[in-house]
């Protein structure tokens, strides 16, 4: 398995309140993405990362902003959490933008 | 139409079946597709990648048909443990290297003994 861990893995928050979820990996692979799963939907992009400090928005990027200032760790922040945002978030990593690998996932509550 | 589209099944098929699954995608551009599986409150596995017509791996085989734009899983003398949500995933055309994907809902496999 790839060694991707999340952090935290379930988490309950109010609306309003921040909240950063962080991936961490240690196979020094160039590219990180974040995406949501919800039901009838199929996993989408939030953010992407192409190397430390360079990032970019995928399709549902409002509302979230991403970090990585070193190569292993790549931050998910939602400024001011939203119902909206209830989902599970999964990390994944790709050694050269091509197959992706994918983290244990984050179970997040927005009440 | 969806950019990814698979029948969400669910599949309920004897152990020891043949089942094959198919996915259609719209984006004529794509050039890499995959086949991921996820277990119930897992994370998406990668299963198999498919770059040209076709790949094919112990008792799994993808295929690729590019001018009617979908793509197919077989799965042979299925085991319980196939049981699983199998994901679909075809990339955006844009270049190589920075892939982004477009994932299907998922097509729900069940093998019962």
């Known amino acids: 398995d790839a060694g991707i861990t999340q952090s935290p893995r379930h988490k309950v928050t109010e609306t309003g309140t921040p909240v950063t979820l962080r991936c961490h990996q240690t196979?020094?692979?160039?590219?990180m993405y974040w995406y949501r799963q919800d039901p009838g939907h199929g996993l989408r992009l939030i953010h992407y990362?192409?190397?430390?400090?360079?990032?970019d928005k995928g399709e549902v990027s409002d509302g979230y902003s991403v970090s990585r200032s070193k190569t292993e760790d790549f931050l998910l922040t939602l400024e001011s959490a939203t119902s909206s945002q209830t989902s599970v978030y999964f990390c994944?990593?790709?050694?050269?933008?091509?197959?992706?690998?994918f983290g244990p996932g984050t179970r997040l509550t927005v009440t | 139409r969806k950019e990814v589209e698979q029948d969400p099944g669910p599949f309920n098929v004897p152990e020891g079946a043949t089942v094959a699954f198919n996915c259609t995608y719209s984006n004529s551009a794509s050039q890499s597709f995959f086949w991921y599986r996820q277990d119930c409150r897992k994370e998406p596995k990668l299963l198999m990648s498919v770059y040209s017509s076709g790949n094919e791996d112990g008792r799994f085989t993808a295929q690729l048909n590019r001018a009617s734009q979908y793509i197919s899983l077989l799965i042979r003398d299925s085991k319980l443990s196939d049981s699983a949500t199998y994901l679909c995933v075809v990339n955006k055309g844009t270049n190589f290297g920075n892939e982004k994907l477009t994932f299907g809902t998922g097509t729900r496999l069940t093998i019962i003994p």
């Open positions: 196979e020094n692979h160039r590219y």
């Open positions: 994944a990593i790709s050694k050269q933008g091509y197959e992706q690998y």
């Open positions: 990362s192409y190397g430390v400090k360079d990032t």
